[in-house]
C-alpha cells in the first residue's frame, strides 16, 4: 500500500491518477499510523513552502516523515519541505536533505523566467529512480524556487542558474519536476520509485 500524504496542498488529484495507471494500490492519509506503516509514502505538493510546513506541522507529521524507514518520494513543495530551509516564506524545513531552496531570479534578456514552467531536461542521472532513463529526457516543471545542488543532488537541470531536479538520501527521494505530469518518462520514474525496497 503506498501512502499519499494529505496535508491541504494541490497536485493530489493527479498523484492519484498516475497511479492509478500503474495499477499500484494506494490511500490518501494525513494518518501518521497509516502513513507509518505503509510500503512507500508519497509526499506531493502544489502551493507555498511556509504554509505547507504549516500544515504537517498541525496535523503532528513532521516527526513522522522524518523518521519514515520505507521509500520516501516528494515531489516538488514535497522535496522543498525535505531540503534544511526554503526561502519561499523563510521557513525550516524538514532537514533531511543538507540544501537550502532558492527562487529563481528572472533575466529577459537571458530568456530566464520565473516561475519556470514547461518541458526541461534533466542530466547527470544517477540513481534507481532513473533505470532505464537516459541523460537530457524532458520532464514537466512548474516552479519559482528550486533546491541548491549538493551532494544528495541525483539529477541536475537549469533555469537562469544550476539546480537539483532531484535529491536522494538513504530511504528519501525527491525530484522538483512532476512525474505525474511527464508522461511515459514520469511513469518510469514512478515505476521505479515503487520498485526500491
Not at 95 to 100: K, P
Not at 134 to 155: G, M
Request: glycine share 8%; with cysteine.
Amino acid at each position: 500500500m503506498i501512502a499519499i500524504v494529505d496535508y491541504d496542498t494541490g497536485n493530489l488529484r493527479s498523484v492519484c491518477n498516475a497511479i492509478e495507471r500503474i495499477g499500484a494500490e494506494y490511500c490518501v492519509t494525513s494518518c501518521a499510523e497509516v502513513i507509518s506503516s505503509a510500503d512507500a509514502v508519497l509526499l506531493p505538493g502544489v502551493g507555498e513552502a511556509s504554509s505547507a510546513m504549516e500544515k504537517l506541522r498541525e496535523r503532528g507529521l513532521v516527526e513522522v516523515i522524518k523518521g519514515l524507514k520505507q521509500p520516501v518520494l516528494g515531489i516538488c513543495i514535497g522535496m522543498q519541505l525535505m531540503c534544511r530551509y526554503s526561502e519561499e516564506g523563510n521557513v525550516a524545513c524538514l532537514g533531511i536533505f543538507d540544501t537550502d531552496v532558492r527562487r529563481f531570479s528572472p533575466d529577459k534578456e537571458r530568456g530566464v523566467k520565473v516561475p519556470h514552467m514547461g518541458w526541461n531536461s534533466i542530466s547527470e542521472l544517477r540513481s534507481p529512480l532513473f533505470d532505464g532513463i537516459d541523460d537530457d529526457e524532458f520532464v514537466y516543471f512548474v516552479h519559482s524556487y528550486a533546491p541548491d545542488l549538493c551532494d544528495a543532488c541525483i539529477a541536475r537541470s537549469s533555469n537562469g542558474r544550476e539546480f537539483a531536479a532531484a535529491l536522494a538520501k538513504d530511504n528519501f527521494y525527491g525530484t522538483q519536476f512532476h512525474p505525474e505530469k511527464s508522461g511515459d518518462i514520469g511513469e518510469m520514474i514512478i515505476r521505479n520509485f515503487l520498485k526500491i525496497e
